[in-house]
């Protein structure tokens, strides 16, 4: 029987709303107790004092690469990236090569990450076939093999049929639809947001209406069919409102926003560097608040990475020419806790949820609590240590990111998956 007991440590768990001092008690891969003054006979003790223990934070959008772009990142670079980062589990996105559009695909990513990662990776499966947007994909027989949603990433299904027929289908096999919301035809060759700044950099712009138009269709679309409908990385403020609405109407739409979208504005971009591409691309100060406003209001459900890794050969291009996309897992926590915690926006408490119990929720997981029973995975981060982020250190395989040498306050120091400790920041050389 293996035993471990975190103690001293300020427990936070919403699906509780336990907030103060208690120890934690795991047990053979579960959590057995959680209270003050639990019994140490035959456990290994970690003294979480002046630490925060939580439920295991949980990354919805992450890109593994894994099948056929292991130079970018892989199943297990990615994994420990992750648990770096203070995250028990993540959630591989599709665009592989081949796509994960077969149970086939499903079940190696499966075992790959049986055999391979530290911290549990769940597959969210194709909407159509190579992600083409024609014909549906293989959801059935996914979900057997156990994908928890289905999306088709980076390219949106423009057919408004052909993801009727989509939410149709999710919702019969009770699996959410993700979708990256952008009308390719208004941002076609775009690389930045369009206003000001694209046109002072002679840089073809990307509309904040591409988006608007695809949340308020799908959102028309979820109403029709009923299916549960997730706004990927939402970056418009209109799209954050069309949400809030949403809810409003009591229907089943979700969203989540990334650290990148509401600490940084186009305004921060440094000019022609790569490391500021990402899809959708920064918007407008403007949209940036919105992104805080809807986390403090509760329209925007989540955080989410959509950790994209790009190898230096691709991404340090020429701006025009290189992939979209940054790192993004060994940053969240401590951006998180900037935003919101530190700036007194909203509760720790709330902020926990929102990579915990709110994840669980929207993608139906067996995890993001501490009561007794629940798998004993478990983020512990503090709130006020003093950290700079070195990007070269990175578990990643890949190195782009804005954030490099940014100074940070807070954020993770252990990460524990079904009881065994898989990363600490104090055994870092």
């Known amino acids: 029987m293996s035993r471990l007991l975190l103690k001293n440590g300020r427990v936070v768990d919403p699906a509780s709303g336990w907030d103060g001092a208690a120890d934690v008690l795991l047990e053979d891969g579960r959590v057995a107790g959680v209270g003050p003054g639990l019994d140490s006979a035959g456990a290994e003790v970690f003294d979480a004092g002046g630490l925060i223990v939580a439920p295991g934070f949980i990354d919805m959008h992450v890109h593994l690469r894994e099948p056929g772009f292991e130079h970018s990142e892989t199943i297990e670079t990615g994994s420990r990236a992750a648990a770096a980062g203070g995250f028990t589990a993540i959630c591989a996105m599709p665009n592989t090569h081949p796509v994960n559009d077969s149970a086939t695909v499903t079940s190696y990513i ?41 999306s088709d990433d980076g390219r949106p299904v423009m057919n408004a049929r052909v993801m009727r027929r989509a939410m149709e289908m999710a919702r ?21 947001h369009e206003g000001l700044h694209s046109a002072k950099l002679g840089l073809r712009g990307i509309p904040a209406c591409s988006e608007d138009v695809m949340v308020a269709r799908d959102i028309l679309l979820a109403e029709v069919t009923g299916a549960r409908f997730h706004v ?24 989540e926003v990334t650290p990148h ?32 406003e809807g986390v403090v209001s509760g329209a925007i459900d989540a955080i989410a990475t959509d950790h994209a890794p790009h190898p230096g050969s691709e991404k340090m ?11 993004g897992l060994e940053t969240a926590i401590a951006l998180a806790l900037e935003t919101f915690v530190h700036a007194k926006r909203i509760s720790l408490l709330e902020m926990v949820g929102l990579f915990t119990t709110a994840p669980a929720r929207i993608l139906k997981l067996n995890a993001g609590a501490l009561s007794p029973g629940a798998p004993a995975d478990i983020t512990i981060f503090d709130l006020d240590t003093a950290w700079t982020y070195d990007v070269n250190r990175s578990f990643s395989k890949s190195r782009n990111t804005p954030f490099h040498g940014r100074e940070f306050r807070g954020g993770p120091a252990a990460t524990i998956v079904g009881g065994r400790s898989v990363w600490r920041r104090d055994q870092e050389s």
């Open 317 to 327: 291009q020429e701006f025009e020419s290189c992939p979209f996309g940054i790192l």
């Open 172 to 192: 019969s096999f009770d699996l959410p639809v993700i979708d990256h919301c952008e009308d390719l035809h208004l941002s076609a060759g775009g690389d930045m």
């Open 110 to 150: 499966v075992e790959r990450a049986r055999r391979h990662a530290v911290v549990h990776v769940y597959p969210i499966g194709a909407i159509t076939s190579k992600s083409a947007g024609e014909e549906l994909a293989a959801i059935g027989s996914m979900k057997q093999a156990g994908i928890v949603a289905v």
């Open 232 to 255: 990927a990385h939402i970056s418009s403020r209109h799209s954050i409102g069309m949400v809030r609405h949403a809810k409003s109407l009591g229907l089943p739409v979700t969203a």
């Open 261 to 292: 979208h509401f600490t940084l504005s186009e305004q921060d971009m440094i000019p022609y560097d790569s490391n500021y591409k990402m899809k959708p691309p920064l918007r407008s100060p403007c949209d940036a608040a919105a992104a805080i």
